[in-house]
């Protein structure tokens, strides 16, 4: 094989200080109405599983909204993205709670001070709010019930954080045409790699196994996906990532991939990006390896 060596793509690390402010603050604006609503749904709906799905979505769309903040602030730092969405997810939580406690109590007001909230929960956690199985029964109290609100609280704070962070992590950035490499080209057409000199190429950098790849096996649950990632307005590089994906059945017979990561976000000049894309032709020539 002749090497054809390309480095791995890392963050500038730049980041306007802020956006990661303006992310807080946009948590704030968002969690009165979203937080109110989040209370009622919570108070209506005595459905445990549904109060999950609540949960997580609830997590999610303040996640979501650090993910556009991040985006368009063009921070390329991940960590400074996981702070920021852990810091809008802190401030979802606490929106969590004015509004759980407006839907619980008679003429509360529609903000509620942090000490406000530090009592009501204080009153709830002798008290209680809510109760297992049918009407009637004991309400849950005590540290059952805050292992209940420490849980919820984690949901929320983890999946803000981790949304952000994630997307920027995983995400390229040309610094020189400003932009986001967010478009994504996934070929799924190629057997999957499991020669070591080839694992140990790809680990390198080195795209050369590519063109000793063989055809997928029409139907097998076990394949290599290469992802190219670019954006139209970056004429200088896209990242090629490279997995092998297996596919296996769960209790459910629902399939479900497991995958091995193999390159991750490899800089590639944006003129191979042809060259890359014909392997996601299921006639692809691909040679015979002699290895």
Known sequence: MEPNIHPFYKHSGKFNPLVPLLALLAAAVAGIPLGLLYGLLMKWIPFVYLNVLITFGYGMAFGLLAVLLMKAGKVRNSFV????????????????????????????????????????????????????????HDPITGIPLAIVWLVEGAIIVALSAMLGYMYIRTTPYCEGHRCW????????????????????????????????????????????????????????????????????????????????????????????????????????KVRQSGI
């Open 81 to 136: 993205a996981l702070l920021g969405g852990a810091g809008a997810g802190m401030i979802a939580w606490y929106f969590a709670w004015n509004g759980c406690i407006h839907s619980l109590a008679d003429k509360a007001p529609w903000m509620l001070s942090p000490m406000q909230i530090w009592a009501a929960a204080g009153y709830l956690y002798t008290n209680g709010s809510w109760s297992l199985g049918f009407s009637g």
């Open 181 to 284: 490499l967010d478009k994504e080209k996934i070929m799924d057409k190629l057997d999957a790699f499991t020669h070591p000199a080839h694992l140990e190429a790809f680990e390198a950098g080195d795209i050369a196994p590519l063109e000793l790849a063989q055809p997928r096996i029409p139907a097998s649950g076990r394949f290599s996906r290469l992802t190219l990632k670019y954006s139209p307005r970056c004429d200088d590089f896209c990242t090629l990532s490279i997995a092998n994906i297996e596919v296996t059945m769960d209790k459910k017979d629902k399939p479900q991939e497991n995958k091995t990561e193999l390159m991750t976000n490899l800089l590639v000049p944006k003129s191979m990006f042809d060259y890359l894309a014909k392997f996601d032709h299921p006639t692809a």
